[in-house]
């Protein structure tokens, strides 16, 4: 339990930082890298390395590849949506996490299953 | 548009936008241990790359659009759209370095010390980044004709 709320802790911070980064940077498009800034990996890869070591952390990054990829379709499709259509950006962003479990899983699939 | 920093946001954001942040940050990366606990290093591997808080970063953009349009007067919503869409084109770089953080920690971490590792893949996915943001944006300028 107490490693989950150190996980949430220290997750919940790394994120804000980059997430703060990417609010203070203009343009805009040079500020939403921050949004596929690796937050939730160097919190999540740094805990997992002391407790089950190097080649773990090696593993999870291989699909973490893949999880990347998947995250590429889900922006794009966003990008396009938004700059095509006049829509609330909570219901596209939130509905589009379907395409990237689709595309990490079916992805997952064929090059790792 | 050069890059630059713009303080004044700091003010703007609202104390719960940043806790929302910080409670999906939190929720996804204790999400990502427990189901690498549960389903194995393979499955918990892809929610390292799960777009947590873009919802939550696209929705605060949207919001700053709309309240600097209605100050003018206007409803913003194309604009706020548009704004959105810019920002996900730019997380959609993004990933391209985020593959390649991944990349260098795969192939490097068994073999080398970790911490170095962590940082070095770090450094790549900052580099990777700016890199292609730059080539995307004179790419741009130079289909415009702006640039020969």
Redesign the interface.
């Given at each position: 339990m107490s490693e989950i709320a150190l996980r949430f802790l220290i997750g919940g911070a790394v994120v804000s930082v980059f997430a703060l980064l990417g609010d203070l940077f203009k343009p805009k498009s040079f500020a939403g890298l921050f949004g596929a800034a690796p937050s939730v990996a160097l919190a999540t890869l740094a805990l997992t390395l002391s407790s089950e070591g190097a080649r773990y952390v090696a593993t999870e990054a291989r699909s973490m590849v893949l999880g990347a990829v998947a995250f590429l379709v889900y922006a794009s499709v966003i990008s396009w949506v938004m700059m095509h259509y006049k829509c609330k950006a909570l219901p596209v962003t939130a509905s589009s996490f379907l395409l990237w479990f689709g595309a990490a899983f079916g992805l997952w699939c064929v090059c790792l299953r | 548009?050069k890059?630059?920093?713009?303080?004044n946001?700091?003010r703007q954001?609202e104390w719960y936008e940043?806790a929302l942040?910080?409670?999906?940050?939190?929720?996804?990366?204790?999400t990502?241990?427990?189901i690498?606990k549960k389903f194995g290093?393979?499955?918990?591997?892809?929610?390292?790359?799960?777009?947590?808080?873009?919802?939550?970063?696209?929705?605060?953009?949207?919001k700053h659009e709309r309240e600097s349009k209605a100050r003018l007067g206007l409803k913003g919503?194309?604009r706020?759209?548009?704004?959105?869409?810019?920002?996900?084109?730019?997380?959609?770089?993004?990933?391209?370095?985020?593959?390649a953080?991944?990349?260098v920690?795969?192939?490097t971490?068994?073999n080398h010390s970790?911490w170095l590792v962590?940082l070095g893949?770090?450094l790549v996915?900052m580099t990777l980044?700016?890199l292609l943001?730059r080539a995307r944006?004179r790419l741009a300028l130079f289909r415009r004709g702006i640039l020969n």
């Open positions: - | 548009m890059i630059h920093v713009e303080l946001v700091v954001t940043y942040r910080f409670l999906s940050g939190g929720l996804i990366t204790a990502a241990g427990i690498a290093p393979e499955i918990g591997g892809l929610f390292l790359a799960f777009p947590a808080i873009f919802p939550a970063s696209a929705t605060l953009i949207e919503t194309k706020a759209s548009r704004a959105v869409s810019v920002a996900a084109a730019g997380a959609s770089i993004g990933t391209i370095g985020l593959a953080f991944a990349l920690v795969w192939k971490i068994p970790p962590l893949a770090t996915w980044s700016v943001w944006k």
